[in-house]
């Protein structure tokens, strides 16, 4: 953020008298690194100047947030304490775009009066923390603080230079193949076959394959592959401006017993939202460029990030379980994707529990959904004690019969002669 004013750097001062009868708390003042800006907003005059005498020097003071934007870069750390005039209900909506919008800008909002519900209006749109203005002295700074670190260490975190790829070379050019894992139905068992799928054509593969977390809300690749991500997709968004191969592959976190590289789904449902079907596109068919294949784990719905990776997808495997609501939920998503002018020949039917004694014949099922199946996938109590332990069942139990049925529809991607010597 560029002002006319010398670069704020913000530390709490001893409050006026007239302001506020509490005492400032006792020891040194929170110090806000240089690097981040503070930022007040807020269209009242005198109210403006009491948020700021509760801060100290270095604020720099914005009458309106359309006033701020139009002076944000997105190059810097920016926190904007955002006061009682920004709670309206036109406003709250600009509020959440700039959170989307600028990575590195974050906002605390001030109130006259707190209540729960503008609290969570508040949370929804995306503001850090929500104080009263006539609360503790001492607390506006503090929240100020904390939130300014947080700025800090995700900027550090975020290379603004292309670094070199997690294994230390260079990211190699190659145009890889994009499997979308896709159901209808929750409870399919789709996150089970992808995961599963992706670890298997990593050990095969000579180069990179990746596995990323679609299902913005609630993905369980992470959980299923006993992962701590320090990095999700949401961070390739916040970067996509400067993103470039090398970047993104420095946000993969790396499943060490197969090689698969994985971008997370967002940790917390709430960040599902800062993900759109064009950034996840773009995501998915950057890393195409140095990954020989793309496992995509979608959700059980259809919405625009769905919609977009069915589209940029080479092949689309739709997962279906042996029981009546699913066929019907199967077969309503054939028909849209038809209907949408999906080809044909891009989806892979894939039956999970083939082998259920549900009275429901395979044949039954293809003549209802009118496509073979590409795949039977077996029930194995195998499955729900991988998934228990964090890994995927066909390094958890190899020998299984799900696990055979795994590798032979890795088959269809990458025959195992072609696996790669370890």
Do not use: W
Not at 82 to 100: H, Y
Not at 385 to 399: H, I, L, R, Y
Request: proline share 7%; with cysteine.
């Amino acid at each position: 953020m560029t002002t006319g004013e010398a670069h704020p750097s913000v530390q709490a001062s001893a409050p006026r008298s007239d302001l506020t009868a509490h005492a400032a708390p006792p020891g040194p003042p929170p110090q806000i690194s240089p690097a981040v800006s503070v930022a007040v907003v807020e269209f009242d005059v005198a109210t403006r100047e009491r948020i700021i005498s509760l801060l100290g020097d270095g604020v720099t003071p914005f009458n309106t947030l359309e006033e701020l934007t139009s002076r944000l870069t997105g190059a810097m750390p920016v926190v904007a304490v955002l006061g009682p005039s920004c709670t309206g209900t036109d406003t709250l909506p600009m509020i959440e775009r700039v959170n989307q919008q600028y990575p590195y800008v974050a906002s605390v909002m001030v109130v006259s009066e707190l209540s729960t519900g503008l609290l969570q209006q508040a949370l929804r749109a995306g503001v850090r923390d929500v104080l009263a203005l006539g609360g503790e002295a001492g607390a506006l700074a503090h929240a100020v603080q904390r939130v300014a670190i947080s700025l800090e260490v995700a900027a550090v975190a975020v290379p603004t230079a292309p670094p070199q790829a997690v294994s230390g070379e260079e990211v190699e050019a190659v145009n890889g193949k994009v499997y979308s894992v896709f159901s209808t139905k929750g409870g399919s068992g789709k996150s089970v076959l992808a995961t599963s799928l992706a670890t298997t054509l990593a050990r095969r593969s000579e180069l990179p394959v990746a596995l990323v977390g679609a299902d913005l809300q609630f993905g369980d690749v992470a959980v299923m592959l006993k992962l701590a991500p320090s990095h999700t997709i949401v961070d390739a968004v916040s970067a996509l401006d400067r993103l470039d191969p090398a970047m993104l592959d420095s946000f993969l976190v790396a499943h060490e017993p197969s090689g698969l590289r994985v971008l997370p789904a967002p940790l917390e449902p709430a960040f599902a939202d800062q993900v759109s079907a064009h950034d996840m596109t773009r995501i998915v068919d950057m890393l195409r460029t140095f990954c020989a294949f793309v496992v995509v784990d979608t959700p059980a719905y259809f919405n625009d990030v769905v919609l977009g990776l069915v589209e940029t997808s080479d092949e689309v495997l739709l997962v279906a379980g042996m029981d009546i609501p699913n066929i019907k939920n199967v077969k309503i998503g054939l028909q849209t994707l038809r209907l949408l002018d999906t080809p044909t020949e891009k989806l892979h039917l894939v039956l999970n529990r083939a082998n259920s004694k549900v009275k429901l014949e395979v044949s039954e099922v293809e003549k209802t959904l009118g496509m073979k199946a590409a795949a039977l996938i077996p029930s194995d109590i195998a499955v729900p004690q991988s998934v228990n332990k964090g890994e995927p069942v066909v390094d958890f139990a190899p020998k299984s019969s799900v696990s055979k049925a795994i590798d032979e529809m890795a088959d269809m991607v990458l025959p195992r002669q072609a696996k790669k010597k370890r």
